[in-house]
Antibody
Framework: QVHLQESGPGLVKPSETLSLDCTVS????????WSWIRQPPGKGLEWMGY???????KYNPSLESRVTISRDTSKNQVSLKLNSVTSADTAMYFC????????????WGQGALVTVSS | EIVLTQSPGTMSFSPGDRATLSCRAS???????VAWYQQKPGQAPRLLIY???IRRTGIPDRFSGSGSGTDFTLTISRLEPEDFAVYYC?????????FGQGTKLEL
């Protein structure tokens, strides 16, 4: 069973950078694609982007200018950075495994709530 | 991007009822690449169905998916108490991957 755990600051100031890590257990991150998906309180889901098994990233055009997804294979971690945050970026942030050959998500972390506020 | 519309936003049922949830796409979804997820309060979404009609291993057979083109449906044949949750459709036929806004099943 694949286990994903998000971690990072729960509070970020406006205009600063949101940073989260997703630590993956029981499978190598180099074997799959991994996505970040966010959910503002009481709202729906938004795909932010993914990093491939080879380390290449692709982003949602709506966020492309502000988002970076990277990885550290030595730690088996996938990371998210979102810069110039505003209150609209307040959300639960999930990391999820992408099913091979497709782009839907079979395993999810429990999520990390990030609030943007001064 | 492909916009997915799930309506209505909330549906009321009783245990044992049959629930039919709708997901309509603004454009044809390639190869019926639609997935359905269930989300309970405070939890991550859980994958139920992919490729419009393929049930994930371990998902009860009361859950079924159907549809093609722009119209997709998730059916729960006999609602169990644990099925009252929010359900999201997602298309992965064209990037960016997009989700519907969700349908909440309530008692």
């Amino acid at each position: 069973q694949v286990h994903l755990q998000e971690s990072g600051p729960g509070l970020v100031k406006p205009s600063e950078t949101l940073s989260l890590d997703c630590t993956v257990s029981d499978v190598s991150i180099s074997s799959f694609y991994w996505s970040w998906i966010r959910q503002p309180p009481g709202k729906g889901l938004e795909w932010m982007g993914y990093i491939s098994d080879g380390g290449n990233s692709k982003y949602n055009p709506s966020l492309e200018s502000r988002v970076t997804i990277s990885r550290d294979t030595s730690k088996n971690q996938v990371s998210l950075k979102l810069n110039s945050v505003t209150s609209a970026d307040t959300a639960m942030y999930f990391c999820a495994r992408v099913v091979k050959g497709y782009s839907f998500f079979d395993f999810w972390g429990q999520g990390a709530l990030v609030t943007v506020s001064s | 991007e492909i916009v997915l519309t799930q309506s209505p936003g909330t549906m009321s049922f009783s245990p044992g009822d049959r629930a039919t949830l709708s997901c309509r796409a603004s454009q044809t979804v390639r190869t019926n690449y639609v997935a359905w997820y269930q989300q309970k309060p405070g939890q991550a979404p859980r994958l139920l169905i992919y490729e419009a009609s393929i049930r994930r291993t371990g998902i009860p057979d009361r859950f079924s998916g159907s549809g093609s083109g722009t119209d997709f449906t998730l059916t729960i044949s006999r609602l169990e108490p644990e099925d009252f949750a929010v359900y999201y459709c997602q298309q992965y036929g064209r990037s960016p991957e997009t989700f519907g806004q969700g349908t909440k099943l309530e008692l």
